[in-house]
């Protein structure tokens, strides 16, 4: 069953190469002109993405707000909690399978989603597997002409473990941001009393991310209208260029912001229109089934 996991866990690795591939060829051809033009969810031509389009777009988010962020959260907790690969693959299939089968998210935009954290998830577990030592020891190892390189089964299976761990939690959570608007999921902080000062401040700073990025964006197609990426020398000079007007324009757009706020009336709350949604007992009993399948898989297979 451990090789059954490992190979799952090379699978979905081998999925987002081909992901980031695809992506790559794609951005190709669209800039040579092959591609034809299309809309795609989430898209905003030539002004970044954001994640609220895939929200907005979601067959699911007609669905109470409250069941699918404490969902989210409880199957993120029991994720953690159980520390089990087979909870774990599980956790995986089933948010993939509310964001795309029930939400209908493109398979491909959802892979892509996930191909960013899963980056890093990568990078930062592949010190876990191997090691350095001026001797030879380990299972397997390599010389490298001033030290060895090794590595065992087990560092490899605790890699593979920890991979499939955090890659489940973040499923869980995407789950949660695919298909529930910022707002909602505010609107569901404050109701479970986080301090409201908290909640401000992660919506404006979430808000202003994307503000940045529009910002970004739009300053680098005009460098690059400008050959202002023609080779490494001017590429570097227009990098720094960008980031010192980020800065300005930053402060420019906060002020600009502050100003839009306090002519809404702005008293220090922000409020948001909240749409009260039921939840049905259909989601309820399946939600109750999920955990309990969770559950008795962790204490049958501990």
Partial sequence: MEKIIILCAMFLVIVFLFVFIWKYKSMNAHRDGVHHHKHKIGHKHGEGYSIDFYAYASKIRHWNAEFKVYLSVLTLVLCITFNSPYVSIAVIIGMAYLTVIKGELPLIEYLSILAIPITFILLSTFTIAIDFSKQPIGQYNLYLGFCYIFTSTAQLKKMVFLILKIFAAISALQMMTL?????????????????????????????????????????????????????????????????????????????????????????????????????????????AVFIIFLILLWYFTR
């Fill in 179 to 287: 298909s529930t608007p910022t707002s909602e999921i505010i609107y569901v902080l404050r109701k479970a009393h986080i301090p409201k000062l908290i909640v401000e401040l992660m919506s404006l700073i979430y808000r202003y991310i994307f503000i940045l990025m529009d910002v970004f964006t739009k300053m680098k197609n005009s460098a690059k209208s400008r050959q202002g990426y023609c080779d490494f020398k001017t590429s570097c000079y227009t990098f720094g260029s960008i980031a010192s007007n980020m800065l300005i324009i930053s402060l420019r757009k906060a002020n600009a912001y502050y100003d839009a706020m306090e002519s809404r009336c702005y008293d220090g709350d922000l409020v948001f229109l909240e749409e009260d949604k039921n939840i049905e007992v259909v989601q309820i009993v399946f939600a």
